[in-house]
């Protein structure tokens, strides 16, 4: 088993940063990538970053440019640096790593960020 536990949502004002992290915990080897999705009212979860375990990323449209994902392997931590926030990234965030060699998937609890003024 994996946990995942997210952290550094909260409220800010458009235009604003915040950073957030995802720590791994348990059997980190049965894992490589790792991934935020978030999920806005009434909308499908949505893959928005992703990173290998060799560091290689990739982005949705949406968020390329402002959002920049990273990892920490020695602490098995992720983290989402948002910059240039804006009112649609409101959204719950969570962190997802797939399960090596299976269609499992382990998720977090998420977090909320708000972007409003």
């Known amino acids: 088993q994996v946990r995942l536990v997210e952290s550094g949502g909260g409220l800010v004002q458009p235009g604003g940063s915040l950073r957030l992290s995802c720590a791994a915990s348990?059997?980190?080897?049965?894992?490589?990538?790792m991934n935020w999705y978030r999920q806005a009212p009434g909308k499908q979860r949505e893959l928005i970053a992703g990173i290998t375990s060799g560091g290689i990323t990739n982005y949705a449209a949406s968020v390329k440019g402002r959002f920049t994902i990273s990892r920490d392997n020695a602490k098995n931590t992720v983290y989402l640096q948002m910059n240039s926030l804006k009112p649609e990234d409101t959204a719950v965030y969570y962190c997802n790593a797939p399960r090596i060699g299976s269609t499992y998937n382990y998720w977090g609890q998420g977090t909320q960020v708000t972007v409003s003024s």
């Open positions: 348990g059997s980190i080897f049965s894992i490589i990538a």
